[in-house]
């Protein structure tokens, strides 16, 4: 697993020209060595890979001799990088690889000792490399979208009247954590009543009254890998409004994720949702993507949007999440994420997406 991912750098390496790379970001370093601490660094040329890190990860590091890395330990900081590049990189004007997520200030620090090198972004192709995913790499996701299922039913459970916002969103993450979670996969968004209108809103103290909507936009990390779900439901019966927006939301969602399989664009994955939306007069209301890839990050390649020309391939995985947001009103959403295949898709999340009044 670990080989087939660097082979595929290597790939990367021949195709740009270049003599090695420098790889720096937790996601990356995670995806090519399985190591999930931090400050480390891989240095990739065409038959070596180098692994340095500090003191406190060096056993653990340790390990990934067996994986073919040579373990370089880090003494003086950014001092003892440099030597490292120096010692791999002997001649001057070659071409190396390295992320432009690179910190200016790190960057800043080893460009000078490598005076005469090119400097040459890879990490769109490293996002490209990731976005197909493994055997591996699906069973974590599986298993993180099953941990976030267990929260959600034990919120549509416990939730009532009067809890706030906050309360909510801790009990979340609790039970996540409490089923095998490391932590949440981004900070969940717990909100209510008019507040659904916001996309993204953050939740607070406000309390859950008699018919307000309430969406939960949340996810598990497991091992290093994300999940991603959204479920609007209601506190009573909600407005006639809501509930045709709600059913609209649940249409647009339901055949968007029906449409998505191998060999579809991303703009037109996007596509079928948006034009449900439209049709019925909601189209200002919808203001973002239909879906994104979900890996070691919550935000990755692929995207269904209005801007994608990505064709998606079997085992990318991507969130299928279309919502209408009116100001004054409240929105709904509705997410899964799901794994592209022939023919079709599978969806990770298996929580019921149909309307729910409590």
Partial sequence: MIRTRINSLRKTLVEKNLEGAIITSRDNTMYLSEFNGTDSVIVITSDKIYFATDFRYIETASLLSSKGYEIILIEEGIKSIVELLNNIFTSKGLRIGFEKTMSYGYFDSIKPALDGYVFVDIYDDLLKIRSVKDEVELERMSKAASIADLAFSHILK??????SEIEIA??????MKRNGASYPAFDTIAISGKKTSMPHGVPDNKKLQIHDAVTLDFGANYKGYCSDMTRTFFMGQPSDELEKIYRIVYRAQKEAQDYVKEGISGYSGDKVARDIIEKEGYGKYFGHSTGHGVGLLIHEEPRLSIKSKTVLKKNMAVTVEPGIYVPDLGGVRIENTVIVEQGGCT????????LIIL
């Fill in 170 to 175: 801790a009990e979340l993450e609790y039970v």
């Fill in 347 to 354: 969806a990770l999340n298996h929580s019921d997406k149909e």
């Fill in 158 to 163: 416990t939730v009532r009247i009067g809890m």
